[in-house]
Structure formats: C-alpha cells, structure tokens
C-alpha cells in the first residue's frame, strides 16, 4: 500500500471516529496545489510543517484546473502517453523520498549524489523533469549538458533544511572565522578553515564552496569528503546538517568537544574564541525535519517486540540514534543493506517513509517497518504530485517548458567547481 493510500484510509476511519489519527497531519490528504494558493509560503503538511518558511520561499502558481479535477486513472493514461510521444527527449529523475504515484514514472531512482549524476548521463535528451526537491533541480542545471532544461513539477518542493543556512549567514560567519583564524596555510600546506557544504543546500552556497576552496557533500560520501578537507584544512565549517557533520566526524575519530556547533543567531555563533581555536569540525545548527523525528525509544521498542532485528538509520539523524543502532547509512546504503540480506531478515529503518513502505513492497522476503509508526512523510517531496507531472510533461509536448530552473552562471560556475571535487571523491 503506498503512503498517500494509507493516509486516506487513516484519515477516513479516524474522520469516522473509529481510530485515532496515524498521520502527523490530517491535511496531508489535501491535494498540494490547495497548500500552494495559502496567503504566506509555508512547507505544507509532513515533517517539515512546524518549520518557518523564509518569506522567498518559491512559490507554485495555479495548477490548471485539467489537471487539478483529473482522476488518478485519467492522469496515468495523459503521463504515459506524453512519456511515449517525448520519448529519449526527456529523462525523469525520481528521489527515494518521492511518493509512489510519481516516482513509478521515473527513468532514474536514487539518492540525492546518484541523481547528480544521472543529470550528466542523457547528454541527448532535451529536458530533465525532476521528481525531487528544489536544491536537487538547482543540482541537476549545474551539471547537465548546455542546451537541457531542468524542470521542477512542482517549485514549491523545497527543503526546510537547505533553507536553514543562507549566502548572508553564512558569508558573515566566514568572515568572523577568517578574522579569528586568518587565512594564510600553516607549514603543511592547510588553510585554517575549509567550507564543505551538504548537497541538500542552494546553489548559492554551493557557489560559495567553489569559491573558497570548499566542497559539496552527500550522506553516500560525507566521510570521503571530510578526508578530503582535512588534507587541505586544519578544520572544517560544515552546513547546514549538524547531523550528517557530527555522526560522520565522529566515525572518524573527531572528539565531540572539537565540533562546536554554530547558531547563526547569536554572537560568535553561541561559542567562544578558544573553542573555535580548538575545533576541527564547526557544525552548522540546521537539520532534516524527517529524521529530526527518530529516538532511541523507539529502537528500544523494536528491539523488544522483535529480537534480533537489524536497524539502519540515515546519518541525518540525532547522534543518540545513530549510536543505538546496528548501522547508520545513506539511502542508497540502506537499500543494498536490504537487497543483499539472508531472506526472513527483520528491519526497523529509520528513514523517509515513502522508502521505507515502497522497501517492504520491494522485498516481500523480508519483515520491514519504520521506526517511526507515524506516517509523516517529507512535506515538500510530497508538494509533487501526478498533476503537476502530467502539466510539465504535456507541456513539453506542445512545446513549452514550464517550471524551468536556471541558475546564473555568475553562481553556477563555482559552484561546479565544488560540485565536480564532489563528484570526483568516490564514497
């Protein structure tokens, strides 16, 4: 059963009174294009809907009314026929997190560093339509082939933990770092501070990692790209997951007390000099709204009610998960963890639950399940919609591209630079 189903039918039977609710939200069986005409920006229903939306938050306009009344039967048929009149002139690029009524039309699945480079792969084909979220299409124009257009169904997919950190808070905290640190390399060649980026961030910033001698990470190969930046850096300013930083410097030995964590809003970052003298990871304070969610209570509870079942998180979640279960990993890990695992395997995945529930359908051999029992999926992977893909995809078949995104070249053009030391570095 795919999340969006399971919400409605929770929803009805708790409209019904007959169960409490098991979704994080009852307006996650809204349809998008209604949290898209709200007044003010907003992340919608899903994980990320406490989160404040900055005011420049891209916003959708109106989806047309074809689209919006269709049946579900109605826009499979209108997405597969332009699919075939399209044919090799587009490529469709579906992430993990997606929800099962879109990405079951994608030519690509995969995580955020396997998109990237599927975006280099079709050459020929003269548009990419990206079933992801809005940092990831930004991605997806830096590296694609002149001539391509990258289309967002969707532009208010976007990401609550990209918007964390921004060029200007994160321009005036390089300042006050090469302030107190300098910037002329010691003896051995490495400057005091290396800027390393996490891919879920604009491509402002992944500009400014190209410019600063900085690299773009994913969680497939965080550690590869932290060896990089400690060959060249006596210390490292990671944003804007604190998570991925923290879990992935503490793997390799860094001790918690030289991983400061700076908050943009307060002097200094909320540290002092001395510990930033003594640091060797500064983490940003950002975070996943999604994996924000897991706790080590709710491992315990699966290690009670099933002995001897395996738990792999994403290393976006807090340290105290990451330390209680068996692995932690990207998505692309937990999925060959799964697919390479002795039949009747027990898994408690602490991840989005699009890949979790569309895991379990995957791989019938075995017992899956998330960590978290409520269906609270990412809200801005779930603002795409079939609707909007049939609207771009037929769109693209009379000729126009809509939703295109294009990144200035004047930001493009460094952030390649890191882009390409990221793709270079193999996990």
Known sequence: MSVSTAIELISREAADGAVPASTCSPDLVRDPWTIDAL????YGPGASMADPAPPATPRQGELPEEYRTASAEDLDRRIRAA???LGESVVILGHFYQRDEVVQYADFVGDSYQLARAATERPEA?????CGVHFMAETADMLSAAGQSVI???LAAGCSMADMADIDSVTECWDQLTELFGTEPDA???????PVTYMNSSAALKGFCGDHGGIVCTSSNAAAVLEW????????????DQHLGRNTAKAMGVPLEQMPLWNPRKPWGGTDEQVLQDSRVILWHGFCSVHKRFTVGQIEKARAEFPGVRVIVHPECPMPVVDAADEAGSTD???KAIDAAAPGTTFAIGTEINMVNRLAAQYPQHTIFCLDPVICPCSTMYRIHPGYLAWVLEGLVGGRVLNPITVPESVAAPARVA?????AVRP
């Open 39 to 42: 007044p003010m920006p907003q």
């Open 83 to 85: 699919k075939e009149t």
């Open 126 to 130: 003269e548009a990419i339509v990206f």
């Open 152 to 154: 967002l169904p969707n």
């Open 188 to 194: 051995d060649g490495r400057v005091p501070v290396i």
């Open 229 to 240: 930046a400690f060959e060249r850096g006596r210390r490292v300013l990671f944003f804007p």
């Open 333 to 335: 890990y937990i999925r």
């Open 419 to 423: 882009l390409n030391r990221m793709l």
